[in-house]
């Protein structure tokens, strides 16, 4: 955990604090930094000219948005965009600060032991031999590489029977 190396060697309950407190900082900088930006986006020539539209898309994100902030934790290099996304269409901030917390402890949580600890070891044998360090990672990508055509495959497999009869316009009562 490179940028939060001041971390190692505290009591886990220090390091996922920590990590909350990061996060419920950073996450709605993030967002007021998008709503900043609605905000001259709305009162410029395209966001007059969008108007309805924009309003139907912030009923929606309204509705359905505190999902995909929450789920947005479990992401890597997503948070950020949406959070942006989320000011920038001007989600109702206590809603979305419910979301931000409930996937902010998650994250610290997998950051502050899971991700922490892989990286940590990875830096570890990286200092240790760097050949080594990269022929993890790239055996790392060929397995999950393996897994999503693994994956595809037998999802085409089922695919093609049912999509046939659709294609035909045939229903499963034969008309």
Do not use: C
Not at 61 to 85: C, E, H, K, W
């Amino acid at each position: 955990m490179p940028q939060f190396a001041f971390l190692e060697g505290q009591p886990f309950w220090i390091v996922y604090a920590t990590l909350l407190v990061v996060i419920l900082l950073r996450a709605p900088a993030t967002y007021g930094i998008g709503r900043g930006i609605g905000s001259g986006v709305l009162r410029s020539r395209i966001g007059r000219r969008l108007g309805p539209r924009l309003d139907r898309a912030k009923e929606r994100i309204d509705r359905y948005g505190a999902p995909v902030v929450t789920l947005s934790f479990f992401t890597v290099g997503m948070q950020t965009a949406v959070n942006f996304s989320a000011g920038l269409v001007r989600m109702a901030f206590p809603r979305y600060f419910a979301a931000v917390f409930v996937g902010g402890l998650a994250w610290a949580g997998i950051w502050g032991s899971v991700v922490s600890g892989l990286v940590g070891a990875w830096v570890a044998l990286f200092l240790n031999s760097p050949w080594t360090a990269v022929g993890a990672v790239a055996f790392a990508a060929v397995l999950v590489g393996a897994l999503v055509v693994r994956a595809r495959r037998r999802a085409d497999r089922v695919r093609p029977r049912d999509s046939g009869h659709r294609a035909a316009g045939l229903s499963r009562t034969g008309g």
